[in-house]
C-alpha cells in the first residue's frame, strides 16, 4: 500500500459514512482532496505529513467542493 493509498484510508476512517466524524466522504472525494492539499503544499513549499493537520484540510477541502 502506498503512502497516498494510507493516508487516504486513514481519512476514512474519520470522514466516510461509518467514520468517526461520518461525512459520508467517497474515497475519490478523499484522493481529489488529498491532491488538492499536495499541490497546496509544494505552493506553500510546506511538507505534506499526512498527519492530522493534512486530514482535516482534506475535510475542509471536501466541505468546500461540495458547496
Known sequence: M???QEFAKYCAEFYSDDGIYPMSAT???ILIAT????QA???MKIEFC???F????????IIDNRS
Do not use: F
Not at 491532491?35 to 499536495?38: K, Q, T
Not at 493534512?54 to 477541502?61: A, G, K, L, N, Y
Open 2 to 4: 502506498t503512502k497516498l
Open 27 to 29: 474515497y475519490e472525494e
Open 35 to 38: 491532491g488538492v492539499r499536495l
Open 41 to 43: 503544499c509544494k505552493y
Open 50 to 52: 499526512g498527519d492530522t
Open 54 to 61: 493534512d486530514r482535516e484540510s482534506v475535510r475542509d477541502i
